[in-house]
């Protein structure tokens, strides 16, 4: 796979354990995450220079946070920052550094919201490590090396994630394992590409950045206190009613920082089923002018619609995705 003449790859730093650090070096939980700056960071990869041949790298701290924090004012800012960079005639493509545990959402956030015809050029590529850096054998920056090769690769567009030298698409994957280096997994429709000895094996075809994406609808991201809010609820046994009907009693009294609830996701059982109790109680809130979808507490297959849905299903997203899908519907 050939390497783009572009000249620049800039790297943007949000936090995570790749950037984490423990007292001790055998230690790979005990850690901090969010501690090593992204300009540290690159520099203690030398084999970076190599696959840099004939490139600039560029670093931003964008953020530094442990990704369980994640919120709007990073993913607007993060999208301010990539959209900026991959404008750049000179910038071949975008690494993102970022924690594990909401990795896919901000993939997929970025994925529905940064303009089509960027990534159709340029890839968007977020990386991760499963150990911090002062571990034994830091994963981070064997996946930053990794993530290097695919951004700056003539094959990748659109947003995608190299964890453990595997390439998976946005719209696919999802962090399955709390403790193994190759945490993330595609689910169905399996990796895009793996990475071997700096070279991109590729698998399937890239999925291209859609013109129906919400970027084409949103156009420029509101400012955060306007997002709307779409919480998510879960289906198992004993469900009841208590929760979806305390999120709506609090819409009747404003709270300063209280947004009112504009959409409910229920992860459901099996293929996307409720609680007779829990069910009776989202009828309630669709009734009320929330906007319920359905997705599926499973990590892999699909929601198949029936003849007797009482609410739309997820189209294939998990819970969290159809949360940020439904925001983003809202928000236009
Ligand atoms: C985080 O998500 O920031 C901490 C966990 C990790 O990166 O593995």
Redesign the pocket.
């Known amino acids: 796979m050939s390497s783009k003449a572009c000249a620049r790859l800039v790297v943007l730093g949000t ?4 950037a ?1 650090q423990a007292s001790s070096q055998s230690d790979n939980i005990g850690y901090s ?2 501690q090593v700056g992204v300009a540290q960071l690159l520099a203690s990869v030398p084999a970076l220079d190599q696959a840099l041949t004939g490139h600039e790298l560029v670093s931003e701290q964008v953020a530094q ?4 924090d994640m919120d709007f004012a990073v993913w607007r800012a993060l999208h301010q920052r990539a959209s900026h960079y991959l404008a750049q005639d000179e910038v071949a493509g975008v690494v993102i550094t ?6 896919e959402e901000t993939a997929y956030f970025l994925q529905c919201t940064l303009a089509p015809a960027l990534l159709q050029a340029k890839p968007v590529v977020l990386t ?3 150990r911090p850096a002062s571990a034994v054998t830091p994963d981070g920056l064997c996946n930053l090396l990794d993530a290097t090769t695919v951004a700056l690769s003539t094959a990748a567009r659109g947003v995608s994630v190299v964890c453990a030298g595997t390439v998976h698409a946005a719209a696919d994957v999802q962090k399955v394992h709390t403790y193994r280096l190759d945490a993330f997994d595609s689910g169905d429709s399996g990796p895009l590409a793996y990475v071997e000895e700096g070279a991109l094996r590729q698998l399937r075809s890239w999925p291209e950045p859609s013109s129906s994406s919400a970027h084409a609808v949103i156009g420029t991201l509101p400012d955060v206190d306007g997002w709307p809010r779409v919480e998510i609820v879960m289906s198992h046994a004993g469900a009841g009613a208590a929760v979806v009907d305390a999120l709506l009693a609090q819409r009747a009294v404003a709270a300063p920082g209280v947004l009112p609830l504009r959409g409910l996701v229920v992860a459901g059982t099996g293929n996307g089923t409720v609680h007779v109790a829990l069910q009776a109680a989202l009828l309630r809130a669709q009734a009320a002018g929330i906007v319920v979808v359905r997705a599926s507490r499973c990590t892999g297959g699909w929601v198949l619609p029936r003849s007797d849905d009482v609410f739309p299903d997820s189209q294939g997203l998990s819970a969290v995705k159809a949360r940020i899908a439904l925001m983003l519907r809202l928000m236009a």
């Open positions: 936090g995570g354990t790749i984490g995450a969010a946070i442990d990704s369980k970022h924690g594990t545990d909401t990795l991760c490590a499963m």
